[in-house]
């Protein structure tokens, strides 16, 4: 199970990096089926699934600070025997769990809050603590607009826009990445998800940075909704951008030149004006 996890999560077949991390929490609950012979031999492997599954994608801040959670609830428990390890492995997955869930939960319902009837917003990507947002102001009587732009090259952005359509209240429209400036005028606000918040720079899927500039410049408010587990200040997580297969921009052969694809850009937090998270609404 742990070795699909990482798979799943090299591939990014779970975008939402909240789900990343409970779904790599609950993975490391294949280690209670293993025998050990010692205390020490079952931290050690606990520890090397944990850096396994933190490296499977290392531009994630909540895979990094949950995974880390976990093998130090174990370590400080100090078990004497490899039952009361997995006891206290169970206990730390569990409560990991819990936080993420919870932390994203108040972060949705500090994002509706900030939504009014008839609003016009642009969002990009793929972030289920918006959408949970969206569909609680909703679900409360408030009409939105919501221009999705495709996230290319993984085309992220239509799997949003598909979840939109089945709630009440709410009349997405689809858009390419590079016809966000044409909306923008019309538009509210701009509102995404995060990757991560690291030492004054929002990382989040390429094209995140383009869209906050252009927003900034045509005077549109940018909002980022996230987890505050995902902002980093402790110097103990450093972001490494990925650069993912050139056949996802293009499946012929590159002749003659070079194919870049990288799957995160970098946002100064001077270009976002609010971020809004479990813990309240800061203005960077």
């Avoid at 990096?17 to 929490?25: E, G, H, T, Y």
């Avoid at 699934?49 to 174990?74: D, E, F, G, K, Y």
């Avoid at 100090?78 to 390890?85: H, K, L, S």
Wanted: hydrophobic share 40%; proline share 4%.
């Amino acid at each position: 199970m742990i070795d699909e996890t990482v798979a799943e999560i090299e591939a990014m077949q779970t975008h939402s990096s909240s789900v990343v991390a409970v779904k790599a929490a609950e993975a490391l609950r294949a280690l209670f089926d293993r025998e050990y012979p010692t205390v020490a031999e079952y931290i050690r492997d606990l520890e090397r699934n944990a850096s396994a599954l933190r490296r499977a994608n290392p531009s994630h801040a909540s895979l990094h600070t949950t995974q880390r959670a976990i093998v130090t609830t174990v370590e400080e428990r100090d078990p004497e025997t490899v039952e009361a390890a997995v006891t206290a492995t169970a206990d730390a997955i569990d409560r990991v769990v819990r936080e993420v869930t919870t932390a994203k939960e108040e972060a949705a319902a500090a994002a509706a809050e900030q939504f009014e009837d008839g609003d016009t917003i642009l969002t990009h990507d793929y972030s289920s603590t918006l959408l949970e947002a969206i569909e609680l102001a909703a679900s409360e009587g408030v009409h939105l607009d919501v221009y999705v732009t495709e996230a290319r090259p993984r085309f992220i952005g239509r799997k949003t826009v598909r979840t939109l359509a089945g709630i009440d209240r709410v009349t997405p429209h689809l858009l390419t990445d590079a016809a966000a400036g044409h909306v923008l005028d019309s538009c509210d606000r701009v509102v995404v998800g995060m990757t991560c918040i690291v030492d004054e720079t929002l990382y989040n899927r390429v094209g995140t940075l383009p869209i906050a500039a252009t927003a900034t410049e045509r005077g549109v408010p940018v909002t980022v909704v996230g987890s505050s587990a995902k902002i980093i200040d402790d110097g103990g997580f450093a972001f490494e951008n990925e650069h993912r297969s050139t056949t996802e921009v293009m499946r012929e052969p590159a002749e003659g030149f070079a194919v870049v694809n990288p799957a995160y850009d970098a946002t100064p937090l001077r270009l976002v004006d609010t971020v809004v998270t479990d813990t309240g609404i800061e203005t960077p």
